[in-house]
């Protein structure tokens, strides 16, 4: 703890209790929440304490492995309370917009996820780019699919000035042959946030950089003519439509997930982003690691019972 960061809180927000001890916050009856913002090497031991008396939001990455997250879990499960994950992309009007499209019946099966996640810095000094950037992605491919996590992962990453991965390239396969590619980087010249989600009739880009359009549906898609797909030459017919840009609110994504963990504590709203989605994004880190360190070896997603 650092003590003499409270100072500055204390001036800022003059009402706010400020304390460097977390058994005072704990003790007190007035908190029903504890927010975890830590290294993520003491998300465990602080989870674990503050389980026994509150409910609990981590942020991402949840925990260290796959263990850990089980234990929370269960920890959670015996005390009665709640944890939830700090996957903050899932509530922004953006993400919300694309799950809706993808789940609609003209957007088709989804085929593939590509994403680019990139920018110069920062670096941390205790996860790698991975660990960093990625649970973005694994988070929001969580959230559109409805809770499905990947069969298999292979990753491939360097580390270029530390002995942490300051780039890496993660590809899943999902068992119906949906395949999300995704690219974290902190060594780029420019920041890019920009997914391409491709589905059996429709396509959409998400532009996070974008102030105006950050989502576009394409109105596009290729399809087999004839019955026999081993046909020579094969027989596609390409369907080229409009392009639509839906408005999106506003709203800001932090204070949406705020709300929804307050109506999830006070009136027993299911948590958006709880710990079975926590579970599912470091269950396909840990998978993710081990590919990168046998070279990307395709490594298979396991979640304990």
Request: aromatic share 4%; with cysteine; glycine share 8%.
């Given at each position: 703890m650092r003590a003499e960061r409270l100072a500055p809180i204390r001036r800022r927000y003059p009402a706010v209790k400020a304390t460097a001890q977390l058994d005072e916050v704990l003790r007190d009856?007035?908190?029903?929440?504890?927010?975890?913002?830590?290294p993520v090497d003491s998300h465990r031991a602080l989870a674990m304490r503050a389980i026994a008396a509150k409910h609990?939001?981590?942020?991402?990455?949840?925990t260290r492995s796959i263990g850990d997250a089980l234990a929370l879990r269960d920890a959670a499960r015996r005390a009665g309370v709640t944890i939830f994950v700090d996957h903050t992309f899932v509530f922004t009007p953006a993400v919300r917009k694309m799950a809706e499209v993808v789940a609609a019946p003209d957007f088709g099966r989804p085929l593939y996820y590509d994403s680019v996640r990139v920018n110069l810095g920062l670096f941390?000094?205790?996860?790698s780019v991975v660990w960093d950037l990625a649970p973005h992605d694994l988070a929001i491919l969580h959230h559109v699919?409805?809770?499905r996590v990947p069969a298999r992962v292979s990753c491939t990453g360097v580390a270029h000035f530390s002995a942490l991965e300051d780039i890496a390239y993660l590809t899943m396969l999902y068992d119906d042959d949906f395949v999300p590619h995704v690219h974290v980087n902190w060594l780029a010249p420019v920041k890019v946030r920009q997914v391409l989600l491709g589905g059996a009739r429709k396509?959409?880009?998400?532009?996070?950089?974008?102030?105006?359009?950050?989502?576009?549906?394409?109105?596009?898609?290729?399809?087999l003519q004839g019955d026999d797909p081993a046909a020579t030459p094969l027989l596609m017919e390409y369907r080229i439509g409009d392009m639509t840009a839906p408005v999106l609110p506003t709203t800001e994504a932090l204070k949406l997930e705020v709300e929804h963990i307050a109506a999830c504590v006070?009136?027993?709203?299911?948590?958006?982003?709880?710990i079975e989605a926590g579970i599912g994004v470091i269950a396909t880190l840990e998978a993710a690691q081990r590919s990168l360190e046998r070279g990307g070896t395709a490594i298979e997603v396991v979640i304990p019972a």
């Open positions: 009856p007035q908190v029903d929440l504890v927010a975890i913002a830590t609990v939001l981590v942020e991402k990455p949840l941390q000094q205790d996860v699919t409805s809770g396509m959409l880009v998400y532009n996070d950089n974008d102030p105006v359009e950050k989502i576009r549906i394409y109105d596009k898609g290729v399809s006070l009136d027993g709203a299911t948590p958006l982003c709880g």
